[in-house]
Antibody, heavy 122, light 107 residues
Framework: QVQLQESGPGLVKPSQTLSLTCTVS??????????WSWIRQHPGKGLEWIGC???????HYNPSLKSRLIISVDTSKNQFSLRLSSVTAADTAVYFC??????????????WGQGALVTVSS | DIQMTQSPSSLSASVGDRVTITCRAS??????LNWYQQKPGTAPKLLIY???SLQSGVPSRFSGSGSGTDFTLTISSLQPEDFATYYC?????????FGQGTKVEIK
């Protein structure tokens, strides 16, 4: 079954850019019917949808983060990536990548990565 | 954004108990409501989608119901492995939003 794995620095300085990559295994990111997603969870808190990207490169972003956010896809490597600029301590969170299933217009997150803790601190 | 409110925020229950968690949306979302289970240090796991459809591999003691603005997740007979935090999520309009979570603890 599909597996997702996040990778990237666990510590980022304030005002810098947070970058994470999600590698998809046992499934092609180029398969239609999915939006490859990022979701974060602040320490001890709930879940926040960040955005997603189709294999074509089309994106959907959370308006609250849109001005600082870029999600990209590399189909040749079966990866997609997150870049969040001008980070502050409020961006400290566990970042999950996930597959959003779009079967018949129904949307749900059926596969998730294990999560990557990113701390914003000088 | 659509606000999702769960109740209670936490509950204590015993093995074998019937447990019900409620999720309310700030506007109608038809049946575009999903439920997830999260255990400490792990990613959420999909339990229920479109309000009442059981995800493959999820035990039948989990069930979901509701439409419009009010939804329910029921665990018919709580098992030791069910102690976790449960989240609802609306998939009616982006940005997708989640409830704040309901922590199910051992009594």
């Amino acid at each position: 079954q599909v597996q997702l794995q996040e990778s990237g620095p666990g510590l980022v300085k304030p005002s810098q850019t947070l970058s994470l990559t999600c590698t998809v295994s046992y499934g092609s990111i180029s398969s239609g019917g999915y939006c490859w997603s990022w979701i974060r969870q602040h320490p001890g808190k709930g879940l926040e949808w960040i955005g997603c990207i189709y294999y074509s490169g089309s994106t959907h972003y959370n308006p609250s983060l849109k001005s600082r956010l870029i999600i990209s896809v590399d189909t040749s490597k079966n990866q997609f990536s997150l870049r969040l600029s001008s980070v502050t301590a409020a961006d400290t969170a566990v970042y999950f990548c996930a597959r959003e299933n779009l079967v018949a217009g129904i949307h749900y997150f059926d596969y998730w990565g294990q999560g990557a803790l990113v701390t914003v601190s000088s | 954004d659509i606000q999702m409110t769960q109740s209670p925020s936490s509950l204590s229950a015993s093995v074998g108990d019937r447990v019900t968690i409620t999720c309310r949306a700030s506007q109608t979302i038809s049946t575009y409501l999903n439920w997830y289970q999260q255990k400490p240090g792990t990613a959420p796991k999909l339990l229920i989608y479109v309000a009442s459809s059981l995800q493959s591999g999820v035990p039948s003691r989990f069930s979901g119901s509701g439409s419009g603005t009010d939804f329910t997740l029921t665990i018919s007979s709580l098992q030791p492995e069910d102690f976790a935090t449960y989240y609802c999520q609306q998939s009616y309009n982006t940005p997708w939003t989640f409830g704040q979570g309901t922590k199910v603890e051992i009594k």
